[in-house]
């Protein structure tokens, strides 16, 4: 139960690669100056990052169990996070977004949710949904977090800061 605990932790605070975009979003479209639709391509990248680099992530964990791929997927959340916050332009801003960032992410959805399957026989279900959840979680989490941080500190300190954030 312990570890299942850390395995919810781990999807709760992976979910802020998907949901800290949103946030962003006005801010980033102020900063570059570009169209409502054009300043969601970040969101839309984050999102393919993220269901290609599960299947990755869900075969590397298949073969190595799940430590080595979060912690890939922690370092490229904090990597992604940390270069966005230097992104130039929209263009680097997406491709972070879709790269490192939603493929950081998506190791703490279904990979991690496969493998939490894997140490229960009894109550499963229950389990997997619990480490499911964190994602959601996350959506009623970090979205005031960091609107929180943006309003104070502007969306590029915050994002240096989530990269901290998930460093540690």
């Given amino acids: 139960w312990l570890r299942l605990a850390i395995a919810l932790t781990l999807s709760t605070i992976g979910g802020i690669g998907m949901w800290s975009v949103v946030v962003a979003l006005p801010q980033v479209q102020a900063e570059f100056g570009v169209a409502r639709g054009a300043a969601s391509l970040p969101y839309t990248f984050t999102?393919?990052?993220?269901?290609?680099?599960s299947i990755f992530f869900g075969?590397?964990?298949?073969?190595?169990?799940?430590?080595?791929?979060?912690?890939?997927?922690?370092?490229?959340?904090?990597?992604?996070?940390?270069?966005?916050?230097?992104?130039?332009?929209?263009?680097?801003?997406?491709?972070?977004?879709?790269?490192?960032?939603?493929?950081?992410?998506?190791?703490?959805?279904?990979p991690l949710i496969a493998d939490t399957s894997l140490w229960f026989k009894k109550r499963r279900g229950l389990a997997v949904a619990m480490v499911a959840s964190g994602n959601y979680l996350a959506g009623a989490i970090w979205p005031p977090v960091v609107?929180?941080?943006?309003?104070?500190?502007?969306?590029?300190?915050t994002y240096f800061g989530i990269a901290v954030f998930c460093i540690l």
């Fill in 147 to 157: 609107a929180f941080f943006i309003q104070v500190h502007g969306w590029r300190a």
């Fill in 47 to 53: 999102t393919i990052g993220f269901a290609i680099a």
């Fill in 59 to 110: 075969r590397f964990a298949d073969r190595v169990g799940i430590f080595p791929p979060v912690v890939l997927g922690a370092s490229a959340l904090a990597l992604g996070f940390a270069l966005a916050s230097y992104a130039p332009s929209l263009n680097v801003y997406v491709a972070l977004q879709g790269l490192l960032i939603g493929a950081g992410s998506s190791v703490t959805f279904a």
